[in-house]
């Protein structure tokens, strides 16, 4: 993935714009490769595919646009695990994933 990337929402992304990552279906089969300049009708088939947000590289977003796109990730972040409890130590294997998962989509850096 490329250093400076943002996660925006299909409703954000304009034609012109190029992939900053492969773009996955939810089979895991490859749509698009990394570097894929985004056309029209490219971004018309994204909700056939259940595609909602797209990896765009050196995008620069403003502040509330970066907000928004932050927002709508934490809600669909609590819709993915809302069978888990944050506090539950008991099932702490789904606490880290879901931290990772955290931590990928925000681009934070992994821990060495």
Known sequence: ???SY???ALAQVQEGMV???ELLDMQGHVLLPQ???LSAAMLALMPRHGIEMLPIAGCGLSEADAA????HFQ???ARLFRQ???DNEGDWA???LRRFVEDYRLGKEAPQ
Do not use: E
């Open 1 to 3: 993935m490329t250093a």
């Open 6 to 8: 943002q996660h925006l």
């Open 19 to 21: 992939l900053s990552d």
């Open 35 to 37: 570097g894929t300049v």
């Open 68 to 71: 928004a796109a932050r927002a």
């Open 75 to 77: 809600q669909r972040l």
């Open 84 to 86: 888990h409890a944050p």
């Open 94 to 96: 789904t606490g880290l």
